[in-house]
């Protein structure tokens, strides 16, 4: 009977199409287990994961289209407002930004370390537009006043740490899975570790919406169902990532790059656990925080006309 009730729910709900980030895999792991463990399937929707492209057209898709999610950063959700396009977060996934500041000389501390602050070359990822944030961040907590010339952008989270380990940069914003290869290595100091929730806050001053799950505004309004389907699942895979053990996460390494290597897939839970939101509700706070930060950048004007209460929808991550 359980079999037959999904079928019909199924057969009433469109497809759904969730195209997500793969800059950070660590961010959009609770889509990809709900995925994996059958938690879609589960609620009677059918869903396809594909690697996150622009969409490129203000209208709906047509009727037969599957409705369209991304599973990505808060900042997916600003670039489309900022061009005009109305973009909904509607579950949380991740509360901090899960990347690591670190420096090459461990040994330095408190003075020591805002003069090497002053003059470091840091090297971050194009992708990732936190990172720039976050070591903005840690140098002005350092009485650091940062400069723009100091950052040092490079193409690829490889290339930056290449360029650490050849002592071309002097400091690094990274996630994973390079954050925990570097401290492996040795070498680096993490002075500011956002994979944690506690200290993440401290730095940014309360939560972020670091990733989330969001739609077209005219999505949320048309196809609640489809979406509120999809919002149990993923809440469904976020409790499952709060309390699984070493056993039952060993065999989704590959989700987050770590493919024959569990014991460090399982290091890097153990560091981010927290960083991953509990029940998926979408903060209001959250995104005031956020926001808040990315003003405090060079461009941060840009950001001024954008209302927080215009970015998302709270009701489908808690109903049902």
């Not at 600003?78 to 990347?99: D, Y």
């Not at 987050?256 to 981010?272: C, E, K, N, Q, Y």
């Not at 950001?303 to 709270?314: M, R, T, V």
Request: glycine share 8%.
């Amino acid at each position: 009977m359980a079999s037959a009730a999904v079928r019909v729910r199924s057969a009433s709900l469109r497809p759904v199409t969730i195209r997500w980030q793969t800059d950070a895999p660590l961010k959009i792991l609770p889509v990809r287990l709900a995925h994996r463990l059958g938690y879609f399937a589960a609620e009677g929707v059918p869903v396809m994961l594909e690697p996150y492209e622009e969409r490129s057209s203000k209208a709906m898709p047509g009727e037969r289209s599957p409705v369209q999610v991304t599973a990505g950063d808060f900042d997916t959700v600003l670039q489309q407002h900022l061009q005009g396009q109305r973009e909904l977060l509607f579950l949380t996934l991740a509360r901090t930004p899960q990347l690591g500041f670190g420096v090459r000389h461990p040994q330095r501390t408190g003075a020591e370390l805002s003069l090497l602050l002053q003059n470091a070359l840091i090297g971050l990822p194009q992708a990732s537009r936190w990172a720039q944030r976050v070591a903005w961040m840690v140098m002005q907590a350092h009485g650091v006043q940062p400069r723009p010339a100091q950052f040092v952008i490079l193409s690829t989270a490889q290339q930056v740490q290449t360029a650490f380990l050849l002592g071309d940069v002097d400091a690094v914003c990274v996630g994973e899975p390079l954050l925990t290869g570097l401290q492996r290595r040795g070498g680096i100091r993490v002075v500011a570790d956002t994979r944690y929730l506690s200290e993440s806050m401290r730095l940014l001053g309360g939560p972020v919406l670091y990733a989330g799950l969001s739609s077209p505004a005219a999505w949320v309004e048309s196809h609640a169902d489809e979406l509120q389907s999809v919002a149990r699942a993923v809440r469904r895979a976020l409790l499952w990532l709060q309390t699984a053990g070493p056993i039952d996460l060993a065999p989704h390494a590959d989700l987050v790059g770590f493919a024959g290597d569990p014991r460090t897939f399982l290091s890097v839970i153990m560091h981010a656990r927290e960083s991953f939101a509990v029940d998926g509700s979408v903060d209001e706070g959250a995104i005031h925080n956020g926001l808040r930060i990315v003003r405090l950048l060079p461009q941060g004007h840009l950001y001024d006309g954008i209302e927080p209460a215009h970015l998302y929808s709270a009701r489908l991550a808690t109903t049902g």
